[in-house]
């Protein structure tokens, strides 16, 4: 199975940029999708196929990269975007999920 | 606004069985492909099976294979996966999830539902 690889956590002030970085072990081409969980709530799709923000989620997110190396970006970062972030991929079968970046607001 | 309520989690013994529920609404049931997936307790998150729109392919993740059923009554707009020889390992919370552009990503989840399996 193609494992995605995520950093545990990170910890950044409001205001500030933060990146999230989900790398795969093999090629997963542009399908690589983000979800944002917050505690005790079910996940929720920020971003599809890379770079497309899903339905009434801010622009404040944003995803780029392909291949194997993939980008979240929340731009600015506000108090309410304390949560797990995890990387999906679909293209290689069966899909899987990264482990998830804790977010944590100084 | 689509709802997915999922159903029926709880204590269960090792080897016995379970069946969890996923009522739809807000949508065209029957027009969509389903799925469960799961997460075990501080773990991530983990596919179990999706089936089509119309219950005539289901598609499962090795370790389920066998043992585990999903289905769908797309009359009562309800999605199922019937879990027998329950083992320790799947304990986890089960969502019920709606996937999109042919399973790729997954658009709306259920709140869950915990299955605890140990004796």
């Known amino acids: 199975d193609t494992v995605l690889t995520q950093s545990p956590a990170l910890a950044v002030s409001p205001g500030e940029r933060v990146s999230i970085s989900c790398r795969a072990s093999e090629g997963v081409n542009s399908y690589m999708h983000w979800y944002q969980q917050k505690p005790g709530q079910q996940p929720k799709l920020l971003i599809y196929?890379?770079?497309n923000l899903a339905s009434g989620v801010p622009a404040r997110f944003s995803g780029s990269g392909s291949g194997t190396d993939f980008t979240l970006t929340i731009d600015p970062v506000e108090a309410d975007d304390t949560a797990t972030y995890f990387c999906q991929q679909s293209w290689n079968d069966p899909n899987t999920f990264g482990a998830g970046t804790k977010l944590e607001l100084k | 606004e689509v709802q997915l309520v999922e159903s029926g989690g709880g204590l269960v013994q090792p080897g016995r069985s379970m069946k969890l529920s996923c009522a739809a609404s807000?949508?065209?049931?029957?027009?969509?492909?389903m799925a469960w997936v799961c997460q075990a307790p501080k773990k991530g998150l983990e596919w179990v099976a999706t089936i089509s729109y119309d219950g005539s392919s289901t598609y499962y993740r090795d370790s389920v294979k066998g043992r585990f059923t999903i289905s769908r009554d797309n009359a009562k707009s309800t999605l199922y996966l019937q879990m027998d020889s329950l083992r320790s390992e799947d304990t986890a919370t089960y969502y019920c999830?709606?996937?999109?552009?042919?399973?790729?990503?997954?658009?709306?989840w259920g709140q869950g539902v915990m299955v605890t399996v140990s004796s």
């Open positions: 196929k890379a770079s």
């Open positions: 807000g949508f065209t049931f029957n027009n969509y492909d």
């Open positions: 999830a709606r996937p999109r552009e042919l399973g790729h990503y997954f658009d709306y």
